[in-house]
């Protein structure tokens, strides 16, 4: 009898705790409801994707093979809804449940920028592409050839860049869509002035670098032996009264100077014997070095005129009258004659 009114004393006692432990889970409930999901979209919503600004049939994923290839723009919905985009969980959370259309905007999360060049090049390219995140500014190294200077950029969308002519680099600002830019470069231009100093021939010429020039140059009387001195490592000669300035690479000032040459002169010197008579030229005449003397004999009548000179006359010419006229070519030295008259009958 006392061993059954334990066991029923032990029942009793179990049935109350557990009655005790249930009351205390149900009480826990109450002060701590199960919050519902936040990010649980609207069923009346209804939702249109765009990928960069075009129409696309279903929201991007914006992670391939552990690479986030696009980026969460911007939304708009209609009715006055507003929401919130989870960048991470990577979804929409309208503010209310109601009746709306919600466009969802994604872009890219980097662009390709193609750069090439005319007469220039692109370093540290692949094949003239780069990748450049989106908003980010590109910078990018573009040299031209030697001999060229920038002319211009020209972009893909009338997208804006800038070159830097003395870094030589090319910044686009913030990148916002796939891209090409062409920069183009020109061959230089220089000037050549020429001074000639005791001469003729001062001028200004233009020429392509690399190109060459050539001027024709000439002394003034009693000046002769050139010399050539060109600015900017320029190198200029002059042959037969012409300057040349071969292969120009730069900006030049060449300066051709004529020496003063001492004025050498000659005496041309007739001896005249009876029954002549000089017509043109005189009996004793000084002949400038390198110049031509000239004198005409006319013999009386019934005479001709006979000569002996140290230097053959270059030419005789006899006139219908019996002038004779002689003519000594590139005097360089004294020239000594004797005229005779001899009859002729």
């Given at each position: 009898?006392?061993?059954?009114?334990?066991?029923?004393?032990?029942?009793c006692f179990l049935l109350t705790a557990s009655a005790s432990i249930v009351g205390i889970i149900e009480h826990n409930k109450k002060d701590n409801p199960v919050e519902k999901p936040t990010n649980t979209p609207s069923k009346l919503v209804k939702y249109e994707y765009y990928f960069e600004n075009e129409k696309i049939d279903e929201m991007p994923n914006n992670n391939v093979n552990g690479e986030v290839k696009y980026i969460f723009a911007k939304y708009t919905c209609t009715n006055n809804l507003t929401g919130t985009f989870?960048?991470?969980?990577?979804?929409f959370t309208p503010s209310e449940d109601k009746e709306a259309v919600c466009s969802l905007y994604f872009v890219k999360s980097q662009y390709e920028v193609t750069i090439t060049a005319t007469n220039g090049i692109v370093q540290n390219d692949d094949n003239g592409k780069f990748?450049?995140?989106?908003?980010?500014?590109?910078?990018?190294?573009?040299?031209?050839?030697?001999?060229y200077?920038?002319?211009?950029?020209?972009?893909s969308n009338k997208n804006k860049a800038l070159y830097d002519i003395s870094s030589k680099?090319?910044?686009?600002?913030s990148v916002m869509e796939d891209m090409a830019c062409k920069v183009n470069f020109e061959i230089k231009k220089f000037k050549a002035k020429i001074n000639v100093i005791n001469g003729t021939g001062t001028t200004t010429e233009i020429q392509k670098y690399g190109g060459d020039i050539s001027v024709i140059v000439k002394a003034k009387d009693g000046y002769e032996k050139?010399?050539?001195?060109?600015?900017?490592?320029?190198?200029?000669s002059i042959r037969n009264n012409t300057l040349n300035i071969y292969k120009i690479t730069d900006n030049t000032t060449c300066t051709v100077t004529y020496k003063?040459?001492?004025?050498?002169?000659?005496?041309l010197k007739i001896k005249l014997g009876n029954n002549l008579n000089i017509v043109a030229g005189t009996l004793t005449q000084k002949i400038k070095n390198g110049t031509d003397g000239k004198i005409s004999i006319k013999p009386d009548d019934g005479y001709s005129v006979l000569i002996s000179c140290n230097v053959k006359p270059s030419s005789t010419v006899i006139d219908e009258d019996g002038?004779?006229?002689?003519?000594?070519?590139?005097?360089?030295?004294?020239?000594?004659?004797?005229?005779?008259?001899?009859?002729t009958n």
């Open positions: 009898m006392k061993k059954i009114l334990i066991i029923f004393l032990s029942i989870d960048t991470n969980l990577w979804i990748v450049v995140p989106r908003e980010n500014e590109g910078s990018f190294s573009v040299i031209p050839n030697e001999g200077k920038y002319k211009n950029v020209v972009c680099t090319l910044t686009i600002d050139p010399t050539v001195k060109c600015t900017n490592n320029q190198n200029g003063k040459i001492p004025i050498v002169t000659h005496v002038t004779v006229n002689y003519t000594f070519l590139n005097v360089t030295k004294d020239i000594t004659c004797n005229a005779s008259a001899t009859q």
